[in-house]
């Protein structure tokens, strides 16, 4: 079983869509949790950090459980930029800080 | 403007020849990792270094070489012994020592090797 687990898509969605991404780890020992951001050939960037109690940016809305070991990313009122692909990232943090990256969930929104 | 610099953005080399990769920051930052993205796949960990003059093989080190001489800079060597070295390559840096350490990428570098 892989230790970041996300839904592998493409999602293609009408602009003004509300899309969902879904993503489960192994490891109970997880302790920090994060959503990137990353457009074709480019970096990921840093969309959002998760937090226990659930966490909003503007459309954005991200929500962790710990008990099922689930990570959400709900998008509102998609945008055409936000076509991209999601990667879902956990971090052990008695790893020194490693970073363990999911396979990421494409996006694609359509006019 | 602080930010992660990777260069060269593209590289191509011949198989048999190492080639070093360059990654320097200016965030302040403690920590600095390297990764490597196959297509269609998530980052696997190369190498990374929490500390100057330390540093630990992440999940995919063999045929890789890393230095930490300076807080700011984390050069990757890919050597003749790594079989697909062809991939792109990311850097990153974060600080150490919070719960929450979120890593910041550099613009990568694709090598291509033939």
């Known amino acids: 079983r892989k230790e970041v687990e996300q839904d592998p898509g493409p999602f293609n969605v009408p602009e003004g869509a509300t899309v969902a991404f879904n993503c489960t780890y192994s490891?109970?020992?997880?302790?920090?949790f994060f959503w990137y951001r990353q457009d074709c050939r480019k970096e990921p960037k840093l969309l959002m950090s998760?937090?226990?109690s659930g966490n909003e940016d503007g459309r954005f809305t991200a929500q962790l459980n710990r008990a099922s070991q689930y990570i959400s990313l709900l998008i509102r009122d998609s945008k055409l930029s936000d076509s991209a692909t999601y990667l879902c990232?956990?971090?052990?943090?008695?790893?020194?800080?490693?970073?363990?990256f999911g396979q990421g969930t494409e996006l694609s929104v359509k006019p | 403007d602080g930010g992660i610099t990777q260069s060269p953005k593209y590289l191509f080399r011949k198989e048999g020849q190492n080639v070093t990769l360059s990654c320097e920051q200016n965030l302040n930052h403690d920590a600095m990792y390297w990764y490597r993205q196959d297509p269609g796949q998530g980052l696997r960990l190369i190498y990374y270094s929490q500390i100057v003059n330390d540093f630990q093989k992440g999940d995919i080190a063999e045929g890789y070489s890393v230095s930490r001489e300076k807080k700011e800079s984390f050069p990757l060597t890919v050597t003749s012994a790594q079989k697909n070295p062809t991939a792109f390559y990311l850097c990153?840096?974060?600080?150490?020592?919070?719960?929450?350490?979120?890593?910041?990428f550099g613009p990568g570098t694709r090598l291509t090797v033939t």
């Open positions: 998760v937090y226990s």
């Open positions: 490891n109970s020992a997880s302790q920090s």
């Open positions: 990153a840096s974060s600080y150490a020592g919070t719960a929450i350490r979120e890593q910041y």
């Open positions: 990232v956990v971090n052990m943090n008695n790893q020194g800080g490693k970073l363990i």
